[in-house]
């Protein structure tokens, strides 16, 4: 089993920044991939972007250029540096986690992970 808590969100005004964070308890040694989701009220949850054990990461198109995610290995901690916010990266945001090997197209699926956090709130206004 693993446990997974964010931290980091809050509000800012557009163009701003946020660091969030997850940690993660429990049986972390088994972890392939992790990964941050989002979801705005009524619509999906979408895949943000995700790291592999050995640090290739994986982003959405809508966020490439402006989020970078980051692990601290010896804490168990992913990061998620969100640069030059928009009004539209207003959402939920989860950390998710999983032990099985998938294949790379499919790391941003929401089948994808066993493993989430409760989540943290990104308000980001204009």
């Known amino acids: 089993q693993v446990q997974l808590v964010e931290s980091g969100g809050g509000s800012v005004q557009a163009g701003g920044s946020l660091r969030l964070s997850c940690s993660a308890f429990?049986?972390?040694?088994?972890?392939?991939?992790m990964a941050w989701f989002r979801q705005a009220p009524g619509k999906e949850r979408e895949g943000v972007g995700t790291?592999?054990?050995?640090?290739?990461?994986k982003y959405a198109d809508s966020v490439k250029g402006r989020f970078t995610l980051s692990e601290d290995r010896a804490k168990n901690t992913l990061y998620l540096q969100m640069n030059s916010l928009k009004p539209e990266d207003t959402a939920m945001y989860y950390c998710?986690?999983?032990?099985?090997?998938?294949?790379?197209?499919?790391?941003?699926?929401?089948?994808?992970?066993?493993?989430w956090g409760q989540g943290t709130q990104v308000t980001v206004s204009s």
């Open positions: 429990g049986y972390t040694g088994g972890i392939v991939y």
């Open positions: 790291i592999t054990i050995d640090g290739r990461t």
């Open positions: 998710a986690a999983d032990f099985k090997a998938r294949q790379w197209p499919l790391l941003l699926d929401v089948s994808t992970y066993q493993y």
